[in-house]
């Protein structure tokens, strides 16, 4: 039995599966994070009545529409699914705010989690709930609240991150934290990587969650008001990087941005892709950009503001993500530089 944040026992899921006291639970999530959840809910015996989602989105080359992953199990196990554009009565959509909240306030249920949903909850849809509504946040609250957590952890260098079980309110992120487990974050943890624990930590701690307020023992506590940090949506532009910066900072980059949006950079009039990299010592003799070397086995080294990084994996436009060694066979860089 391993110990949280608050000190308490954390029980395996398969023995709090044999005391839990099932809820009937609102679902509102729309990405693979809280699909994750939705399902290990689901496996838990909980009934979810209703799904709240995002509109689907085009997406391909085709932009045809695509469910989200949330969607997409609750369709497979027959689970009503809602998709309002808005939940604010006062806000752009207002008979679709209406619509929403009538079928919210018709559909039996005890509470509501959400996870990644990328709706604001107004106060009066928080309201409506006999239990309130619980968030799956996808850090250690107060540090890094607001949108992309796990990709500004990464592009922070902190050493640990984890999931927040958190009383929701009108605040971003604000709520008081119920339930809180801390994850080392790799030294080659990619967002990716990253982002697939932590949904697996999400699904269980929400189990968890539920098991002990069915039990009264989760308590609340405030979120202190030191160490409040807010994680901005990832922008596209983001990913150009500037090899001015130490080479440090860009291999957390190139990790933040793995698998979006991808860390890029100019090289021969080509925007390339940069997958991997390692940090490595320089002499300093190389102005920022330059490719020091580019072979086969050493991969393709490029001086930085301080320090190198060897780049392992990089993809043209139209290619495959390639290792170095095969990429540098139809696309030599040898004495180049990035710009």
């Not at 994750?36 to 009934?47: I, P, R």
């Not at 190198?308 to 139209?318: C, D, M, N, S, V």
Request: charged share 20%; hydrophobic share 45%; net charge neutral.
């Amino acid at each position: 039995m391993s110990r949280n944040y608050f000190g308490l026992p954390h029980w395996p899921p398969a023995l709090a599966s044999c005391t839990i006291a099932l809820m009937k639970i609102i679902f509102a999530g729309t990405p693979e994070f809280a699909a994750v959840a939705l399902k290990a809910l689901h496996d838990a015996g909980h009934q979810v009545p209703l799904v709240l989602t995002q509109p689907d989105r085009p997406a391909g080359r085709g932009m045809q529409l695509h469910a989200s992953p949330v969607k997409q199990f609750a369709l497979d196990h027959q689970i009503a699914v809602a998709q309002p554009v808005s939940l604010r009565l006062d806000g752009k959509y207002p008979d679709v705010a209406r619509e929403a909240h009538a079928l919210l306030q018709a559909t039996p249920h005890d509470i509501m989690v959400v996870a990644a949903y990328g709706l604001i909850l107004p106060s009066s849809v928080l309201d409506i709930p006999p239990r309130g509504c619980l968030n799956i946040h996808g850090s250690l609250l107060p540090r890094w609240r607001g949108a992309a957590p796990i990709h500004r952890a990464i592009e922070a260098g902190d050493s640990e991150t984890g999931i927040t079980i958190m009383q929701m309110d009108q605040g971003l992120d604000t709520g008081a934290m119920l339930l809180i487990e801390k994850m080392t974050i790799g030294a080659s943890d990619t967002t990716g990587t990253l982002h697939d624990k932590m949904a697996k930590l999400g699904g269980d701690l929400i189990v968890e969650a539920l098991r002990r307020l069915e039990q009264n023992v989760l308590p609340a506590t405030p979120q202190p008001e030191q160490g409040v940090t807010y994680a901005a949506k990832i922008s596209k532009e983001e990913a150009a990087l500037d090899f001015s910066l130490p080479a440090e900072v860009l291999e957390r980059k190139i990790r933040a941005f793995n698998p979006f949006p991808a860390a890029a950079a100019v090289f021969a009039g080509v925007t390339l892709k940069l997958w991997q990299a390692q940090v490595i010592a320089a002499d300093g003799k190389h102005a920022a950009g330059t490719v020091i070397s580019a072979d086969p086995q050493d991969g393709v080294i490029v001086a930085c503001g301080s320090g190198a990084l060897r780049i392992t994996e990089l993809q043209k436009p139209g290619g495959k993500r390639l290792p170095a060694a095969e990429f540098l066979k139809a696309f030599p860089m040898q004495g180049g530089r990035f710009n």
